[in-house]
């Protein structure tokens, strides 16, 4: 029926793993010296975002959920210049945000300094 991905138990290089699922294996530990990208999300974050649905996350700071297709997340990273992108968009080789911040921390690829093209 959907697509079954197939998690290591144990840590691995993620230098060919890219998008969501990199944000994953990063997130959860199971990428050497790799850190996870991802920053909390609070309530005011995203302002393009339209019919945000607010809730307390870890006791201690309010931030938001959208409904779609009848289920509830929060799959955004915010970017520097406070643009928003979906987690499929985070260290993909592409600049999502237009200033670079969805690659910075991406230890899966390089920027090149005269084009700025990022290589895997």
Do not use: W
Request: proline share 4%.
């Amino acid at each position: 029926s959907g697509t079954k991905l197939m998690i290591p138990n144990s840590t691995r290089t993620c230098e060919h793993v890219f998008g969501e699922v990199y944000v994953y294996l990063s997130c959860t530990g199971r990428c050497h010296n790799t850190p996870c990208a991802l920053q909390p999300l609070r309530h005011d974050s995203c302002p393009r975002i339209q019919n945000k649905i607010f809730t307390l996350a870890k006791s201690s700071y309010l931030t938001f959920l959208i409904e779609q297709g009848g289920k509830y997340h929060n799959n955004f990273f915010k970017c520097d210049n406070e643009l928003c992108v979906r987690f499929d968009q985070l260290c993909n080789l592409v600049d999502d945000c237009g200033d670079g911040s969805d690659e910075r921390k991406c230890k899966n690829h390089f920027q090149c300094i005269t084009s700025s093209f990022y290589i895997p």
